[in-house]
């Protein structure tokens, strides 16, 4: 199931007045082959997989990964 997560923002306006802005994100986790699998049907080529805050190869306790792919049927 996706997670939701809030964010809570508050933007200085005119006469230093403050407008709460409120931002909702849902987010789901695939298993990297899965997503793999779904760039590769889109038609694109995955170039790389990696760590997004190290840019190391994907660990079992990476927390988020970077695909880079490109498009393959051009």
Known sequence: ???RR???????EEDDLYRKHEE???QKAYEPER???LLEE???KVEAIYDAFTREPV???SE???FIARECTK
């Open 59 to 61: 660990r079992e306790d």
């Open 6 to 12: 809030s964010s809570i923002l508050f933007i200085k």
């Open 1 to 3: 199931f996706p997670t």
């Open 42 to 44: 889109a038609g694109l």
């Open 24 to 26: 909702f994100h849902y």
């Open 64 to 66: 988020r990964i970077y």
């Open 35 to 37: 997503v793999k699998e």
